[in-house]
């Protein structure tokens, strides 16, 4: 018989009184329950991967692609849903209202976005996901400011959930100089903003890379992590983003 310990018997009341005092509600629908009930994880818009681009992730873009010139550093990039509606909720409770449960889910959908693209081909014919030829995973880091006014650091601890699900090493490696926000800028702007703004903190010298991302708008944030990445000797850097902006 399995007899827990006193701080496992406080945790455990803890959570009992919370979810009786604040009781989770789906992120979707708002009925209680669940983070994210049953039918909304049912109608959940996502991409369908053999028509995104093999380049930046827009959906469409497979053939002739309106947000990207193929131009991108990023090998292949591939998104999970719109930013919008069950997205755009998932993303905005986790990010500024401090649900950190959110975690293994957005988890969980970059994996399941990752393995239907595993079937498709990127722009040189190999697929978009095989985690058998990456050496680990990274992610686009908060800044100094938005750590300070989270508290947490809210892709790495995505990140460390998809490491482990994924069987990939977590390459810790990015850090983020001070920046505006970039929802305050426009297109033309963005990459302005954030050129310089990636520093690589360790050695990454011919690692294959999967860089994980909450939202894509420009890909400029995306692209600025690729660059530097790329100077530093990496191999090659994909990405992955929970939502796509297009």
């Not at 803890?14 to 039918?39: F, K, N, Y």
Request: with cysteine.
């Amino acid at each position: 018989m399995c007899v827990l310990g006193y701080q496992d018997f406080c945790a455990e009341a803890a959570e009992g009184i919370q979810e009786l005092l604040w009781p989770t509600r789906c992120v979707g629908c708002d009925m209680p329950g669940e983070l994210l009930c049953g039918d909304c994880r049912s109608r959940m818009p996502w991409i369908e991967q053999r028509w995104a681009c093999p380049v930046c992730g827009a959906p469409f873009g497979w053939l002739t692609c309106t947000e990207c010139k193929r131009d991108w550093e990023l090998a292949t990039t591939v998104c999970c849903l719109p930013f919008s509606g069950v997205a755009a909720r998932m993303i905005t409770c986790y990010k500024d209202e401090g649900e950190r449960r959110m975690a293994p889910v957005i988890a969980a959908a970059m994996l399941t976005s990752l393995e239907e693209a595993s079937a498709w081909p990127r722009a040189d014919g190999r697929p978009r996901f095989d985690a058998a030829a990456l050496d680990g995973v990274c992610f686009v880091p908060a800044t100094a400011e938005a750590y300070a006014r989270r508290g947490f650091d809210h892709m790495e601890r995505v990140a460390a959930h998809f490491s482990a699900a994924a069987g990939l090493p977590l390459v810790d490696v990015l850090a983020r100089r001070s920046a505006r926000d970039q929802r305050e800028l426009g297109r033309s702007e963005r990459a302005l903003n954030l050129a310089g703004s990636v520093d690589v903190v360790d050695d990454v010298r011919g690692l294959n890379l999967l860089l994980l991302d909450d939202v894509i708008t420009t890909g400029a944030t995306a692209r600025e992590a690729a660059r530097a990445l790329l100077r530093r000797g990496a191999g090659e850097v994909s990405a992955c983003a929970l939502a796509r902006v297009w």
